[in-house]
């Protein structure tokens, strides 16, 4: 009886486990972002200025 409580909670920590993964951005989507997207974040995160943004963005598109 004291086994299927402990596999149980094994599930349901596995469970948990998972959803954490999920709610951090870690899955596979986050990892397929293309480059002007990568760009645009950067951009926006104050990383690059809009002259470097522009400059880099017409490299992507050639």
């Known amino acids: 009886?004291?086994?299927?409580?402990?596999l149980f909670l094994a599930l349901i920590i596995y469970i948990?486990?998972?959803l954490l993964?999920?709610?951090?951005?870690i899955t596979k989507l986050s990892i397929t972002k293309s480059p002007e997207d990568l760009l645009k974040e950067?951009?926006?995160k104050?990383?690059?200025s809009k002259e470097?943004?522009?400059?880099?963005?017409h490299d992507l598109r050639k």
């Open 1 to 6: 009886m004291m086994i299927f409580g402990l």
């Open 16 to 18: 948990a486990f998972q």
């Open 21 to 25: 993964a999920k709610n951090n951005g």
């Open 42 to 44: 950067r951009y926006a």
């Open 46 to 48: 104050g990383e690059i």
């Open 52 to 57: 470097k943004y522009e400059e880099m963005l």
